[in-house]
């Protein structure tokens, strides 16, 4: 399951689909984008933010150095709707958390008490370097004020743990988390 398409969490989804015929799914609305990874819509220019920002300079040499800038897309996924719980271990609820992509989703594990909210909610933002709850700068966010508006939909979970796709887990629960992001901003 892809929370969205961004060459970072695409990663090696074709070669589990080519060799395990496993199934990919996503939003409908991130299908063009895991096929084409890297054309996804955003902002500001990504290029300023390592001189502006050069605490994320080493974060984004690791994702680069862990193959983030090979990645190969990936078609022919199955459809991840809002709303619907998924009949895969771990029964996660799809919640709608669109901004960072137009398609973005978190995945609600209730028995878990945990959300994976992908890059809707991180703690770690890989564009500026800094730490905390947050929503990803604007040089891999298509738009802030949706994906800050889509917090809602993180917090409407209540859960205890949020398990984020850049930084550490969260512990102290999804309302501070999200307090946090909200009085952070964009980026």
Partial sequence: ???????????LARRLVQ???IPVYAHPEEWTL???????AHEN????????H?????VLASMVAAGAGWVRGVEGLSSLEPGVTLTVPGSP????TYGHTFGHCSLHLPDRDAVLSGDALVTLDPYTGRTGPRIIAGAATADSSMALASLEGIAATGAMHVLPGHGDPWHEGVDLAVRRARNNGPA
Avoid at 45 to 52: K, M, Q, S
Avoid at 54 to 58: M, N, Q
């Fill in 19 to 21: 060799r395990l015929n």
């Fill in 34 to 40: 895991a096929a084409h990874p890297y054309r996804y």
């Fill in 45 to 52: 220019p990504r290029a300023l933010y390592p001189l502006r």
């Fill in 93 to 96: 609820r799809v919640v709608a």
């Fill in 54 to 58: 050069p605490r994320a300079i080493p």
């Fill in 1 to 11: 399951m892809l929370t969205h398409a961004h060459f970072d969490h695409v990663g």
